[in-house]
């Protein structure tokens, strides 16, 4: 039986999560998480502690699953994620119909773009299509015209931050099929299609960064990722009860909400900062002022990522919220108030087999990688063509989503 694995590789934490494909679905067979190191904010600053770290992750699946691992669909997030719009255009010869070569053609006349020396393709999406000046085309093979149009959003990535991840991942004896953007997995994971179709942005919060990505008419129309994430809170509490990162973190987590008008004033807790004092009594309430001023700050960037995209107006299903960090209490309602939209907290839902573990918002990028492998392990490369939207079930889905974020290799 054949297999697909996703290798997420975050600033937290490295998850490699084995499926077998089965008939219309993946049955997780294995899983392996180990503490990230080696990473900062998206970024690596040290290939040998993430090779090992990567390692032991794979390991831990490998022993999980009872397979070998030696290829991998990986994420990719960090600030150095850039994104662009272009257009390409393509005539069509003769009295005929526009067949999928002609889509390609298109998309690759779009993908023609001059972009710096030091970043690469990693995504190249097509939004619409127009044909003879008819815009909003949504599956134009088939139909008639002398003009084909496409309207295509183009991801970049860091050339030196790809190859140094590439670099540590095959130190690990794994070979990268696909690098795959954060908010895409996660996306695929999470969205219902109505989400998808009526326009939503999925928000990734991580340790290191928070990854977007906005959805409209059922493809991605916008995505960007802002170097601020849930270590940023964790730093904060450090400084501020000038604790140990780690007390920090667990403190965050036990203690922790994103809304301090929503806690008790008389609610304590006991903490032992450095040096040799004695524990100290925290009111919950003060580190929820700490912890709501920088989600706050969080969401106002987000909210000025969105506007500068210009598709504030149409993002009728409001956000979709997971990555780790979403689980801290009360950040969906402190989304809701600063967005002005509704909000709804997600997390992978449609698992079988070893799923149970995995149902956290933690693990959306890394099951979204399973699904979206699955697709491009079923199919040669070739034979997905972008674009098309003759899709149903759960592998139509599936196709559909494909189709329309990978582009082919150079």
Same mark, same amino acid.
């Given at each position: 039986?054949?297999?697909? &694995? ?25 899983? /392996? ?13 040290? +290939? ?36 662009? $719009? ?28 001059? +972009? ?19 815009? /909003? &085309? ?16 183009? +991801? ?52 290191? $960064? ?23 809170? $964790? ?15 667990? &403190? ?77 209490? /009360? ?11 509704? &909000? ?8 079988? /087999? ?57």
């Amino acid at each position: 039986m054949s297999k697909v &694995v996703g290798l997420d590789v975050g600033t937290h934490k490295i998850c490699t999560i084995v499926g077998e494909v089965r008939p219309n679905d993946i049955f997780v067979v294995g899983a /392996g998480i180990e503490p990230s190191r080696g990473m900062k904010k998206g970024v690596v600053n040290d +290939i040998q502690q993430l090779t090992a770290a990567i390692s032991a992750s794979v390991h831990k699946a490998e022993r999980s699953s009872g397979y070998d691992i030696t290829r991998a669909f990986v994420s990719v997030a960090g600030s150095h994620i850039a994104s662009l $719009t272009s257009r390409g255009m393509v005539g069509i010869v003769g009295q005929r119909s526009i067949r999928p070569d002609d889509l390609e053609k298109a998309m690759e006349a779009a993908r023609a773009i001059a +972009i710096p020396h030091n970043r690469e393709v990693l995504h190249v999406v097509p939004r619409s299509y127009t044909l003879d000046g008819q815009e /909003g &085309v949504r599956s134009p093979v088939g139909m008639h015209a002398f003009r084909l149009e496409v309207d295509a959003h183009i +991801i970049t990535a860091s050339s030196t931050s790809i190859a140094n991840l590439e670099q540590a991942i095959q130190a690990a004896g794994v070979y990268v099929d696909r690098f795959i953007l954060n908010p895409l997995a996660a996306g695929d994971a999470i969205l219902t299609p109505q989400e998808r179709e009526g326009g939503v942005v999925v928000i990734d919060i991580g340790g290191g $960064t928070t990854d977007l990505a906005i959805f409209i008419e059922g493809t991605v129309w916008h995505t960007a990722v802002i170097p601020v994430g849930g270590d940023h809170i $964790t730093n904060d509490i450090t400084y501020w009860m000038k604790v140990p990162f780690e007390l920090a973190e667990a &403190v965050k987590i036990q203690h922790g909400h994103a809304q301090a008008r929503a806690v008790s004033s008389l609610e304590t807790f006991l903490v032992e900062p450095f040096g040799d004092g004695m524990p100290i009594e925290v009111k919950r309430n003060d580190l929820a002022m700490v912890i709501e001023a920088r989600v706050e700050e969080m969401f106002e960037l987000v909210k000025k990522e969105i506007k500068r995209s210009g598709y504030d107006g149409l993002l009728r299903a409001g956000a979709v919220i997971t990555g780790g960090c979403s689980q801290l209490p /009360g950040i969906a309602d402190v989304a809701a108030r600063i967005l002005d939209c509704p &909000v709804r907290l997600a997390k992978p839902e449609r698992l079988t /087999g070893m799923a149970d573990a995995l149902r956290n918002p933690s693990y959306s990028t890394s099951v979204g990688l399973l699904r979206l492998g699955l697709e491009m392990q079923a199919l040669p490369e070739k034979e997905i063509p972008n674009g098309s939207n003759a899709a149903s079930g759960i592998t139509g889905l599936l196709n559909n989503l494909l189709r329309r974020l990978l582009p082919d290799e150079e």
